[in-house]
């Protein structure tokens, strides 16, 4: 979804995204397909949206936060754990006993990502850099999330310049997967 709006609000809509997915997952019934469908959406909207902050975001808290590196560092490690988890998911069904624990623990890694990117991260971001920076930060996450990956890829880089080269190509192969599997609809 394409919300128009600077990097923070972007992201910001996208974690609102990200918890409406788990409340309907919640509402779905165990073992459900229903349930590995939303998962499937939940794997979609979150690797498209950690792929974007890592061409994008991140660079730009190394360049312009003080520690920003440390800072980019830790985000990074939050993803690399919750892209592990995506793909451990992979090979669970709904009603595999495994299923609702893992999800249990991918919504416990996402909201406290979260939680430290809304509270600690954004109010830097905010008074730090200038809003037009902002804002351009916002286009740029907009476009990386059209061509981004669909499915964890937790051994593919996550830093430049490597990631944004192979970002694009892994996101066509997921859509072309997507596509012929039904995946995401």
């Known amino acids: 979804m394409e919300h128009g709006e600077d990097v923070i609000a972007e992201l910001t809509a996208d974690h609102r995204e990200v918890d409406d997915l788990f409340e309907q997952f919640d509402n779905a019934a165990p073992g ?16 498209r949206h ?5 061409e ?12 920003g590196g440390m800072l980019a560092d830790k985000e990074i490690a939050d993803h690399l754990r919750v892209e592990q988890l995506l793909k451990e998911l992979e090979r669970h069904e ?4 495994d299923f609702d624990r893992l999800v249990r623990e991918l919504r416990t890694e996402v909201t406290a990502h979260v939680e430290d990117e809304e509270n600690q991260l954004f109010p830097q971001l ?4 200038h809003p037009y920076v902002l804002e351009s930060l916002g286009r740029k996450v907009r476009e990386a999330k059209k061509t981004a990956p669909t499915r964890a890829h937790p051994m593919a880089p996550s830093t430049p310049p490597a ?16 596509y012929v599997t039904g995946r995401g609809r």
């Open 94 to 97: 709904p009603d595999d006993t």
């Open 163 to 178: 990631n944004k080269l192979l970002a694009p190509g892994l996101g066509l192969v997921d859509r072309v997967r997507d």
């Open 126 to 129: 905010r008074d730090g850099v």
């Open 50 to 54: 950690s792929v974007a902050e890592e």
């Open 32 to 47: 459900s397909s229903a349930r590995k469908r939303l998962l499937d959406a939940l794997t979609i909207e979150l690797v």
């Open 56 to 67: 994008h975001l991140y660079p730009a808290v190394r360049d312009h936060l003080e520690n």
